[in-house]
């Protein structure tokens, strides 16, 4: 139809494309076909054309028709050419005359090399997406003359250094998936709009030396080298080393990283999965603004305060990480971490040390001076939490934990704990007392615990429970002060629940996970009470129980309503023993009996035998 604006062509097996005569179409989708030719004047009647998806066909060929093609369509804001095959001098053909283009996508294609010409008839360019090719090189005046380009995605190439990073007009850079071992930019005045910048997954061995005026807040370095030198001051200056090598400084010595991250306004930062053996406490607390901290899979084992003092004096300066909020330490083999280390954490409310091996340790009054600080004996330090009073969520699975004493906690206003599968954990009686009025998760699955090491005080906002994976038999009644909204119980050794207490916590709970129990089927009032107060189940169907002839399905017996139980429980257990006594104490007395006749018998009547 003449007045058709949008055409939706995909998922066919077109393979030649002649004229169309859709003068109002603005939106032409011809994405996965096999299409090989269009026709010079193929799109030559489309004049109010602005988005051509043409990904996932096999446009490198006919490039002197599809070129024309492609060039009479000089009104399209959105190109899509993904996925074609396409080699550099098919993509420098394809997009010329394109002065309005906008976005071009260009991923899972053949590009090895971006030439300065490339763009030069497309300069609106705002957003430009190649990843998945295999891209080495990029000629200098590539991209700086596109003035409008915001985005510009080259994920998944081969590019291996970025010596000059000049795109002052870029907001969002994806440079991850490649090989680069160093990101540059010479020092200059002009400021930079760069905000997000991903470098994950490549070979740096240093930290970015960045623009120096720039609005970076999103930095994402994981997957990298960055730490594999030994200690930060080497990896700093190495870093400059190389700066000053690249722009071929002779005279001036300066501490080019450093100087440039001090004025980033970076809030987040992801440095896990590098290769990290000490904390780089100089560098990171350069960043006033930082909020989010990744650090989790280096192998740091200890964070010790090695800060290189300012003045002669030799004492250890006090750094702070003011705005440091959210900080991920899992999985570095962590067994120290100075004091001096937590209380540079002043807004800290997220801290995630699983799969480590710190030893929590009671709340102590004083906490030692920065003077005194020694290097610590780091097998036996323990670390004291309750020194973290903005502390919210903090998680301990893992830690081959030995010890929970009193106290703890008890300084915090925790929200979150987590202390899931430390089985060795011996909690001294009352381990928990400590713990604040304010934790609303408590999860304490995998420790091993019975339902004699456990008692809980009230916690009056607690609302998630998870004690799945121990041995316990009995909810603590003490949780009864509690608004609990879900509990998990899963795993554990319970013949039957307190009905009563479902009862009392009947006001909040909605859910409850109670398979991998060994209930009895008889005493099952609890299930009752559950279903009446329309509380979810959800595994009731993975849910066995036993009766004194089998184990079934608890919902299967329900539904069958057994005549097994038709004894209350408890008395047909007694009945039962009771049987069995009176059938052996018989058996004896008739033996017995026997065997007292026969000798009468055998001696004096004889003659009966
Ligand atoms: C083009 O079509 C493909 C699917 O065939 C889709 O994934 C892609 O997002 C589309 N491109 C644009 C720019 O909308
Ligand atoms: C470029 O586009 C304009 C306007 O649509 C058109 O007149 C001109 O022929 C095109 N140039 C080429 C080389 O196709
Ligand atoms: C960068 O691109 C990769 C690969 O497509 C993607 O996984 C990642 O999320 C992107 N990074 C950002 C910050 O968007
Ligand atoms: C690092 O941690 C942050 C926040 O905890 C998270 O959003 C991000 O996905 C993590 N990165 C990786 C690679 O897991
Ligand atoms: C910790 O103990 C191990 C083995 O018991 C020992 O090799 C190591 O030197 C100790 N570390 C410190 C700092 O004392
Ligand atoms: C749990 O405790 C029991 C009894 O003390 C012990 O036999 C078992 O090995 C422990 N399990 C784990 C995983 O530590
Ligand atoms: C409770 O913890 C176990 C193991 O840590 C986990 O598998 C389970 O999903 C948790 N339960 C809920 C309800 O999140
Ligand atoms: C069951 O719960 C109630 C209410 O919390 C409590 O008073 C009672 O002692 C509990 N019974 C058992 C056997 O624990």
Same mark, same amino acid.
């Given at each position: 139809?003449g007045?058709?604006?949008?055409?939706?062509?995909?998922?066919?097996?077109?393979?030649?494309?002649?004229?169309?005569?859709?003068?109002?179409?603005?939106?032409?989708?011809?994405?996965?076909?096999?299409?090989?030719?269009?026709?010079?004047?193929?799109?030559?009647?489309?004049?109010?054309?602005?988005?051509?998806?043409?990904?996932?066909?096999?446009?490198?060929?006919?490039?002197?028709?599809?070129?024309?093609?492609?060039?009479?369509?000089?009104?399209?804001?959105?190109?899509?050419?993904?996925?074609?095959?396409?080699?550099?001098?098919?993509?420098?053909?394809y997009?010329?005359?394109?002065?309005?283009?906008?976005?071009?996508?260009?991923?899972?294609?053949?590009?090895?090399?971006?030439?300065?010409?490339?763009?030069?008839?497309?300069?609106?360019?705002?957003?430009?997406?190649?990843?998945?090719?295999?891209i080495?090189?990029?000629?200098?005046?590539?991209?700086?003359?596109?003035?409008?380009?915001?985005?510009?995605?080259?994920?998944?190439?081969?590019?291996?250094?970025?010596?000059?990073?000049?795109?002052?007009?870029?907001?969002?850079?994806?440079?991850?998936?490649?090989?680069?071992?160093?990101?540059?930019?010479?020092?200059?005045?002009?400021?930079?709009?760069?905000?997000?910048?991903?470098?994950?997954?490549?070979?740096?061995?240093?930290?970015?030396?960045?623009?120096?005026?720039?609005?970076?807040?999103?930095?994402?370095?994981?997957?990298?080298?960055?730490?594999a030198?030994?200690?930060?001051?080497?990896?700093?200056?190495?870093?400059?080393?190389?700066?000053?090598?690249?722009?071929?400084?002779?005279?001036?010595?300066?501490?080019?990283?450093? *100087?440039?991250?001090?004025?980033?306004?970076?809030?987040?930062?992801?440095?896990?999965?590098n290769?990290?053996?000490?904390?780089?406490?100089?560098?990171?607390?350069?960043?006033? *603004?930082?909020?989010?901290?990744?650090?989790?899979?280096?192998?740091?084992?200890?964070?010790?305060?090695?800060?290189?003092?300012?003045?002669?004096?030799?004492?250890?300066?006090?750094?702070?990480?003011?705005?440091?909020?959210?900080?991920?330490?899992?999985?570095?083999?962590?067994?120290?971490?100075?004091?001096?280390?937590?209380?540079?954490?002043?807004?800290?409310?997220?801290?995630?040390?699983?799969?480590?091996?710190?030893?929590?340790?009671? *709340?102590?009054d004083?906490?030692?001076?920065?003077?005194?600080?020694?290097?610590?004996?780091?097998?036996?330090?323990?670390?004291?939490?309750?020194?973290?009073?903005?502390?919210?969520?903090?998680?301990?699975?893992?830690?081959?934990?030995?010890?929970?004493?009193?106290?703890?906690?008890?300084?915090?206003?925790?929200?979150?704990?987590?202390?899931?599968?430390?089985?060795?954990?011996?909690?001294?009686t009352?381990?928990?007392?400590?713990?604040?009025?304010?934790?609303? *998760?408590?999860?304490?699955?995998?420790?091993?615990?019975?339902?004699?090491?456990?008692?809980?005080?009230?916690?009056?906002?607690?609302?998630?429970?998870?004690?799945?994976?121990?041995?316990?038999?009995?909810?603590?009644?003490?949780?009864?002060?509690?608004?609990?909204?879900?509990?998990?119980?899963?795993?554990?050794?319970?013949?039957?629940?307190?009905?009563?207490?479902?009862?009392a916590?009947?006001?909040?709970?909605?859910?409850?996970?109670?398979?991998?129990?060994h209930?009895n089927?008889?005493?099952?009032?609890?299930?009752?009470?559950?279903?009446?107060?329309?509380?979810?189940?959800?595994?009731?169907?993975?849910?066995?129980?036993?009766?004194?002839?089998?184990?079934?399905?608890?919902?299967?017996?329900?539904?069958?309503?057994?005549?097994?139980?038709?004894?209350?429980?408890?008395?047909?257990?007694?009945?039962?023993?009771?049987?069995i006594?009176?059938?052996?104490?018989?058996?004896?007395?008739l033996?017995v009996?026997?065997?007292?006749?026969?000798?009468?018998?055998?001696?004096?009547?004889?003659?009966?035998?």
């Open positions: 139809h007045s058709l604006r949008r055409l939706d062509l995909s998922n066919n097996f077109i393979r030649q494309l002649h004229t169309l005569a859709l003068p109002y179409l603005e939106q032409l989708d011809l994405s996965s076909n096999q299409l090989d030719l269009i026709s010079e004047g193929a799109f030559e009647n489309l004049a109010r054309l602005e988005e051509l998806n043409l990904s996932r066909n096999v446009l490198n060929n006919n490039l002197g028709s599809n070129s024309k093609a492609l060039q009479s369509v000089s009104g399209l804001k959105i190109l899509d050419l993904s996925m074609n095959g396409l080699r550099d001098e098919a993509v420098e053909r997009l010329q005359n394109k002065s309005s283009l906008d976005q071009l996508k260009m991923s899972g294609n053949a590009l090895t090399r971006l030439s300065y010409s490339l763009f030069k008839e497309s300069k609106g360019l705002r957003s430009i997406t190649i990843e998945d090719n295999q080495s090189v990029i000629e200098q005046g590539t991209f700086e003359p596109l003035r409008h380009l915001e985005m510009l995605n080259l994920a998944r190439n081969n590019l291996a250094h970025i010596c000059d990073f000049k795109l002052h007009q870029v907001k969002y850079m994806n440079l991850s998936w490649n090989s680069i071992e160093f990101f540059v930019t010479q020092e200059d005045n002009l400021f930079y709009r760069l905000e997000i910048l991903d470098l994950s997954h490549n070979k740096l061995l240093y930290f970015p030396i960045v623009p120096k005026m720039n609005r970076l807040k999103y930095l994402h370095l994981q997957n990298n080298m960055v730490g030198l030994n200690s930060e001051a080497a990896m700093v200056s190495e870093a400059n080393a190389l700066y000053s090598e690249i722009i071929k400084e002779r005279t001036v010595r300066k501490n080019n990283l450093h *100087s440039n991250w001090r004025l980033m306004p970076l809030i987040y930062i992801d440095l896990s999965y290769h990290f053996r000490s904390f780089p406490l100089e560098t990171l607390s350069l960043l006033s *603004s930082l909020e989010t901290l990744n650090f989790s899979h280096n192998c740091l084992q200890n964070i010790i305060w090695k800060v290189r003092s300012a003045n002669a004096s030799g004492y250890r300066r006090q750094l702070f990480f003011s705005s440091l909020k959210h900080l991920n330490m899992q999985s570095n083999g962590l067994v120290y971490i100075s004091p001096l280390f937590l209380k540079a954490l002043t807004q800290i409310e997220t801290l995630n040390l699983q799969d480590n091996s710190v030893q929590p340790c009671a *709340s102590m004083h906490l030692q001076s920065p003077q005194s600080t020694q290097p610590m004996n780091t097998n036996t330090s323990c670390i004291v939490f309750g020194q973290l009073s903005t502390l919210k969520h903090l998680n301990l699975k893992e830690n081959n934990i030995e010890v929970l004493q009193p106290n703890t906690f008890q300084k915090n206003s925790l929200i979150s704990l987590n202390l899931a599968r430390n089985p060795r954990m011996v909690m001294q009352k381990a928990f007392e400590g713990v604040p009025k304010t934790l609303q *998760s408590l999860i304490i699955s995998e420790i091993n615990m019975t339902s004699s090491d456990f008692s809980l005080p009230c916690m009056p906002m607690l609302t998630q429970l998870n004690m799945s994976s121990n041995r316990l038999d009995m909810i603590p009644s003490s949780l009864s002060c509690s608004p609990l909204r879900e509990i998990d119980i899963r795993d554990n050794r319970f013949v039957s629940l307190n009905h009563s207490l479902i009862r916590l009947s006001e909040h709970l909605k859910l409850i996970y109670v398979s991998g129990n209930f089927c008889c005493d099952s009032e609890w299930l009752t009470v559950l279903n009446e107060l329309e509380i979810k189940l959800p595994d009731i169907n993975d849910t066995v129980c036993f009766t004194i002839y089998e184990n079934v399905a608890m919902t299967g017996y329900r539904k069958k309503t057994s005549s097994d139980c038709l004894f209350h429980p408890k008395s047909q257990e007694i009945h039962f023993g009771q049987m006594i009176i059938v052996i104490f018989v058996a004896v007395i033996t009996l026997i065997i007292s006749i026969r000798k009468v018998c055998c001696t004096q009547i004889s003659f009966i035998v």
